[in-house]
Nanobody
Framework: QVQLVESGGGLVQAGGSLRLSCAAS????????MGWFRQAPGKEREFVAA????????YYVASVKGRFTISRDNAKNTVYLQMNSLKPEDTAVYYC?????????????????WGQGTQVTVSS
């Protein structure tokens, strides 16, 4: 029913910026909270950021606060992750996800759809 396709990953030097995009196929995109997760080699998948259905409420993991910004454009069925001041420890595969709920509740997640991931590599 729903497909999520991430794009925008790449190789960047420490201190640089990238903007990730996640395009959703569903026609009811605006009914759901959306989020970004990441997974580095040898580590568990980690919550990064979430945004509620309206775009008015967001939540970030402490390590990216002040550097990353999640946003959404419901008219385009797209959620974004603007990543600034990137650090080598940000290197990971970044995944877009849909929550089954409309709201954001900290880092808790009831994910029902996931994208394929996009690689972000930050060199030191």
């Amino acid at each position: 029913q729903v497909q999520l396709v991430e794009s925008g990953g790449g190789l960047v030097q420490a201190g640089g910026s990238l903007r990730l995009s996640c395009a959703a196929s569903g026609r009811t995109f605006s009914s759901y909270a959306m989020g970004w997760f990441r997974q580095a080699p040898g580590k568990e998948r980690e919550f990064v950021a979430a945004i509620d259905w309206s775009g008015l409420s967001t939540y970030y993991v402490a390590s990216v606060k002040g550097r990353f910004t999640i946003s959404r454009d419901n008219a385009k069925n797209t959620v974004y992750l603007q990543m600034n001041s990137l650090k080598p420890e940000d290197t990971a595969v970044y995944y877009c996800a849909r929550d089954a709920r409309a709201g954001v509740y900290g880092s808790t997640w009831l994910g029902d759809y996931w994208g394929q991931g996009t690689q972000v590599t930050v060199s030191s």
